[in-house]
């Protein structure tokens, strides 16, 4: 995916930090990691907050989930808070179009 200079118009890698059109401060829009947050459809166990964060940063989701139920427990209602503001705020995947 390209971005473009909102100066000049250049393309300009994702890693640039300067466009190599006209040299301005590529000012980034929003963090990637959180343009893909997803909370997948399927492979999910209470919201798909833990499937989510495992796809987009590459976590075991075993792991990930070990995690959640401990910190819950241990850190109740602190991680409830969380996972609930996260289920709200990851957007769902979007399914596939139905078969007609
Ligand atoms: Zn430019």
Known sequence: MN????????AITPDARFCP????????VAATATRQ?????YDRRIGGVCAAMSRA???DIGLLRIL????GIFLFPLTEICYIACWIGIPEEIPAPPVL
């Open 3 to 10: 971005n473009f200079c909102s100066a000049c118009g250049s």
């Open 21 to 28: 059109g006209c040299g301005v401060t590529v000012v980034r």
């Open 37 to 41: 947050l997803f909370r997948p459809l």
């Open 57 to 59: 940063w590459g976590w």
């Open 68 to 71: 959640t139920v401990l910190c």
